[in-house]
């Protein structure tokens, strides 16, 4: 069956493919975008598989919040990173709801798919990784135990999650899926390149949701979680005008001590290392994508020039912006 997405409220078609789970064997390199112009809003979609691989990207912007009814009979295991905009995935098989807001995540093994999507707000981008059984399974074998013992649900075809949580999206994730979607590369190397990334993000998603398993001395109530979550939204909404310290503490309602140590405990670096890398790093794929200038971004980001817009931007990737989008060209 191949997947079919309908409005829920008058059953229209709002979008379908065609391909199934034997397509991903492909040895070659298969891979194709499209912008579409649908009654529900206007939006981008790409995607790319190979070796039993599949990766898809999407971003739209809708005329209203609305409900959608998915299905599909892929049998894979699905990594779902949610980057903009909030949804609720209710999966009618296996009786689970995934309530996503930007920038979370979560890891589920789907022998087939039937589930309702609630689109809250007006813009939504999404990126997913998915592997056939026989990818995941060559590839868990040497894995962690928690991605064996997911393994053996899927050698079972039983419906399964790797955590029932989501996961609130660590830098190095958030990283390696723009390194995607910045691809420079063509032919075999983006093949190579692709598939170096599909273990990464696999293997930072396995490790992101063994480190929640673990208590942190600074963060030891699910209120100061969320409020450590909550901090760290607000300091990617806000790149162009970031809180101060203090501001960002009253904020998310913690003093500033708990803040400091437990955002360093949570993320692994400090309020504004944190902001300073995600900046940088958001630039560089906005730069790849050959959008926006340097002194755009440099603007859009908060620095207070160009000239230390460029400074740490070299600092960190070894090439100023300028060479960066020269050698893009």
């Known amino acids: 069956m191949p997947l079919e997405v ?40 790409a ?33 779902h990173f949610n980057l903009r905009g909030r949804v609720v995935i209710e999966n009618k098989l296996s009786g689970r709801v995934h309530t996503l807001a930007s920038y979370q995540h979560y890891l589920a093994y789907h022998p087939g798919f039937e589930a309702t999507m609630r689109y809250e707000e007006l813009e939504s981008e999404t990126f997913i990784l998915q592997f056939s059984k026989e990818a995941f399974l060559a590839l868990a074998q040497e894995a962690s135990a928690p991605l064996r013992q997911l393994a053996n649900d899927v050698r079972r075809g ?91 503490a009253r904020l998310a309602g913690l003093n ?24 940088l790093t958001e630039a560089k794929a906005q730069l790849l994508d050959g959008h926006k200038t340097a002194s755009e971004l440099a603007f859009e980001l908060g620095y207070s020039s160009l000239q230390h817009f460029s400074a740490a931007f070299k600092k960190k990737f070894g090439v100023s912006p300028r060479e960066l989008r020269e050698h893009r060209t």
Request: glycine share 6%; charged share 25%.
């Open 256 to 279: 500033e001590f708990k803040l400091k140590k437990g955002f360093k405990g949570q993320f692994g670096q400090t309020v504004f290392g944190y902001l300073a890398d995600f900046r």
């Open 47 to 79: 995607h790319w598989y190979f070796d039993g691989i599949r990766m898809g990207y999407s971003h739209w912007h809708y005329h209203q919040p609305f409900e959608t009814t998915w299905r599909t009979d892929l049998d894979v295991v699905h990594l």
């Open 6 to 45: 309908r409005h829920r409220t008058d059953h229209s078609l709002v979008h379908q493919n065609d391909y199934v789970t034997a397509d991903f064997d492909s040895s070659e390199l298969v891979e194709a975008s499209q912008t579409l112009d649908l009654p529900v809003g206007r939006g981008y979609m």
């Open 158 to 248: 039983r419906p399964a999650v790797l955590r029932e949580e989501s996961l609130h999206l660590g830098l190095a994730l958030h990283t390696a899926i723009r390194e995607v979607l910045t691809c420079r590369f063509q032919g075999r190397l983006k093949k190579l390149f692709l598939y170096s990334k599909a273990i990464e993000i696999l293997v930072l998603q396995a490790d992101a949701f063994a480190q929640a398993s673990t208590p942190r001395r600074f963060a030891r109530t699910e209120y100061d979680q969320e409020r450590l979550l909550f901090a760290r939204d607000y300091l990617v909404q806000h790149l162009q005008l970031p809180p101060t310290l203090p501001e960002l």
